[in-house]
């Protein structure tokens, strides 16, 4: 599995007639990691938006998906009052479903054994966070476009997420995350930095 | 190859319908209110008619089709606002937007979903509010079939409004502008089928045409409602 | 053809070509109005039943036949919005919301009036009325989403699946008022039905009904100038424009 999973040429993104981004271009291989970085405001959210598919009027472009696309954004996509292998097995993003065996274990990867089946509202914020990110371990598929993953996650979320990230990116998918946090990937992810075009 | 096509296209749509459609279901249920609330505004409305137009019983069962249809038509309007609220601020309605499956198939499973637990509920527990109001009980069947038939046309034109105003603060009241004047022909050929049924006349055409709303309805107003979506999750 | 289609998404040339329509149609608009008004009302003979006045019927039927049809037109440009996404179609729908509103308004204020001397009341739930006061809610409705919505592109594109939605349901709202109707018709109101009108009357009748159409463009492409004034007040081809024009 290798070549091209997202090709994005010249892509600028507007708020109301404010102009955040203009001129970007970004082209993702089967294979790379790469973090989306710049202050608050400058269209990070936006630029992923776009990119997923998800806005029309406010960015313009040539935006190319050559995958699947998993994206997760500030927003959980989880009923409270369903437990997380409901909320799993009948997931939004649809694609298929997943089986309840390959479910237990995605909890399990993200520490949730024993809250199987009580309701997300009776689960604490930070076991919510991890109801949604159990979703990567369940992906199938290859490109993922992951907004700001590690807020609201703990010390230990964290080194597992890291860990997620570089399993899939070593199993030939790609992931596109954006973070205001330092880069805690050394050489191994590629910098997007999103206050270079927006000045250039 | 025709067999394949089929299990290969349209057997992962009916899983993926049939999950979201238990989601919603199990979620709705978890909540008993929201069930209850609807039957509830029902028979409190019911009640203002006769306090409003006086206790004659005469009078009554001459306007019941009228005021139960109203009625049942703003039970709708009021639960209706809120049919793609909970998705849209959960972030799940962006899912279902770049989901492989189509839009309009998971907006339709939501709207069932929404008929199921109140159109439904209420179109069984109809002959009760009837009897309030002296309406004969050979009309009942008429009754009870046109209201589900109806609370279904009615689900699914106020999904439309729902759809398109879901991104809105208080959008509760522009909702009932969008959405009444469409209501129009429901309220009408329901009306018309539970007098037919007082008159002992014969309600099957006005039936029919419920019927033939619904149908086409079910076609077309979800690819309405999935464009009025994605304006809404992009706006 | 398509070059035509092409050009209409340029603003420049937009405003340009609708000040060239605009320069010619309203004269005409003007004439129309006046000649048809004036045949109408002085010069087309008295009704043998309703004597004088019938001759609101100038000004309520074409009211009545531009409001439906404006309804038509809106969702018509709904339609290339969504489809070929032109912004002038977004443009065209903004401005003939509240143009269709009005003309609607026109027609049942002018249907009450009338319904005075002829029925004895001022408002009848009659058939024709009822319809005209949906369709008025529909327009209404339109206008309400478009004030909604902050961003202006997606308000658009909401009216006009909003508008498409109203457009296939309007042949069977009007056709179940219809039937509500004929159920409950009260015997002391007989409308005149299929009634034949003496083409003395219809000619002035045809007049206005021109004229009508005429004003709704005009004024529809006024609205439209004015958007787009508004949303290019930057530019560098519209100062160019305005100053050089005048």
Not at chain 1, 31 to 48: D, I, Y
Not at chain 1, 90 to 110: D, F, K
Not at chain 3, 158 to 177: D, H, Q, R, T, W
């Amino acid at each position: 599995m290798s070549g091209v999973l997202l090709n994005a040429t010249d892509v600028a993104v507007e708020r109301g007639e404010r102009q955040l981004l203009t001129g970007v271009s970004l082209t993702v291989s089967a294979g790379e990691l790469w973090q989306v970085t710049g202050a608050n405001g400058l269209g990070k959210t936006s630029l992923l938006r776009g990119l997923a598919g998800l806005s029309r009027f406010g960015v313009t472009g040539d935006i190319r998906l050559m995958s699947p696309v998993l994206y997760l954004g500030h927003l959980p996509a989880n009923k409270p009052l369903l437990s997380p292998i409901d909320n799993l097995r009948w997931h939004p993003s649809g694609r298929r479903q997943a089986a309840l065996s390959e479910i237990e274990t995605a909890l399990a990867a993200v520490g949730l054994v024993g809250f199987e089946d009580s309701p997300l509202n009776t689960l604490s914020a930070g076991q919510q966070r991890r109801v949604a990110l159990a979703r990567l371990w369940l992906a199938s598929e290859p490109l993922w476009l992951l907004d700001e993953p590690f807020t609201a996650v703990d010390i230990d979320g964290v080194q597992l997420l890291e860990q997620r990230l570089v399993d899939h990116v070593e199993e030939g998918g790609a992931v596109v995350f954006t973070s205001h946090q330092p880069n805690r990937f050394g050489d191994r992810v590629n910098i997007l930095k999103l206050g270079e075009f927006a000045s250039g | 190859m025709a067999e394949r096509t089929n299990t290969e296209i349209v057997q992962p749509l009916m899983v993926f319908l049939r999950g979201q459609l238990m989601r919603h279901l199990k979620s709705g249920l978890r909540r008993p209110g929201e069930v209850a609330n609807p039957l509830l505004f029902f028979v409190m409305v019911v009640t203002l008619f006769p306090l409003g137009l006086g206790p004659d019983p005469e009078r009554l069962r001459e306007m019941a089709p009228g005021i139960l249809w109203v009625v049942a038509l703003l039970s709708n309007l009021t639960t209706s606002h809120r049919l793609f609220a909970g998705d849209f601020e959960d972030g799940s309605l962006e899912q279902l937007a770049i989901a492989p499956q189509p839009l309009a198939l998971s907006s339709l499973a939501q709207t069932l979903a929404h008929w199921l637990l109140s159109g439904v509920t209420l179109s069984l527990a109809a002959p009760l509010f009837g009897l309030m109001l002296g309406l004969p009980v050979a009309a009942m069947p008429t009754l009870m079939f046109s209201l589900l038939l109806g609370s279904l046309c009615l689900a699914l034109v106020g999904s439309v409004g729902a759809a398109l105003t879901v991104g809105i603060r208080r959008g509760g009241l522009l909702l009932s502008l969008l959405v009444i004047p469409l209501y129009v022909p429901v309220l009408i050929f329901g009306v018309s089928a539970v007098s037919e049924a007082i008159i002992d006349g014969s309600p099957a055409r006005w039936l029919a045409l419920l019927g033939a709303f619904a149908a086409a309805g079910l076609v077309l107003i979800p690819l309405a409602v999935s464009a009025a979506l994605r304006i809404s999750i992009d706006a | 053809m398509w070059s035509i289609v092409h050009k209409m998404g340029s603003p420049p040339w937009f405003y340009r070509f609708s000040g060239l329509v605009i320069r010619w149609l309203l004269p005409i608009v003007v004439l129309l109005l006046v000649v048809g008004a004036i045949w109408g009302l002085m010069f087309a003979p008295a009704d043998f039943k309703q004597g004088n006045s019938y001759r609101i019927i100038f000004i309520h039927v074409p009211a009545s036949v531009v409001a439906l049809a404006g309804y038509y037109v809106m969702a018509f440009a709904g339609a290339v919005s969504l489809i070929w996404k032109i912004k002038m179609a977004d443009l065209a729908m903004r401005a003939i919301a509240p143009v269709g509103a009005a003309l609607t308004f026109i027609a049942l204020v002018t249907g009450a009036i009338w319904g005075k001397p002829t029925w004895g009341t001022w408002w009848v739930w009659d058939a024709r009325i009822t319809s005209m006061l949906i369709l008025l809610f529909l327009y209404l409705g339109v206008v309400a989403l478009f004030g909604a919505y902050d961003n202006k592109v997606a308000a658009a594109k909401a009216c006009a699946v909003l508008s498409l939605v109203g457009m296939v349901n309007i042949p069977i709202i009007y056709k179940s008022v219809d039937w509500w109707y004929s159920l409950h018709q009260p015997a002391s109101i007989k409308f005149t039905g299929e009634s034949t009108i003496d083409p003395s009357m219809l000619y002035p009748l045809l007049l206005m009904i021109a004229a009508f159409y005429g004003l709704f463009t005009t004024v529809m492409l006024l609205n439209m100038r004015a958007d787009l004034m508004a949303q290019n007040r930057r530019a560098s081809w519209l100062e160019r424009d305005l100053l050089g024009e005048d």
